[in-house]
């Protein structure tokens, strides 16, 4: 399985973020329970992981039947990264172990206006 490169929306810190995708086989879904999956955020592509940020699941029942895995950062984790433009990934592991990567690109994170949200 090839990669796709794709540059994704901007994102805006501090708000909560995800990343929806479904997994097939041609046009059928690929039950993707067992696997793992990690989107990670890195200023330089050298830099040791966690980057930026890294976001791991492991999805489970009926979505993963369908293919559908959700990465999701929440708020809390995204408020303090520094507003810049930065190279992301996502990675699968699958149940036996087979790493892959899904996408790869760069993603602009900008800067929110509200701070306070209490």
Known sequence: ??????????????????????????????????????WTLKDNVDDADPGALQVTVSPTGAS?????????????????????????DVQQVNDSGVVQTLLLGKVKVVKDITRSTS
Not at 9 to 17: A, I, S
Not at 66 to 86: F, M, R
């Open 1 to 38: 399985m090839a990669f796709t490169a794709k540059d994704l929306d901007p994102l805006v810190r501090g708000d909560d973020w995800s990343l929806k995708l479904t997994i097939t086989s041609g046009s059928n879904p690929v039950d993707i329970n067992g696997y793992t999956y990690y």
């Open 64 to 88: 993963a039947s369908a293919g559908e895995v959700t990465l999701t950062a929440a708020a809390a984790t995204t408020t303090n990264i520094t507003p810049q433009t930065y190279n992301y």
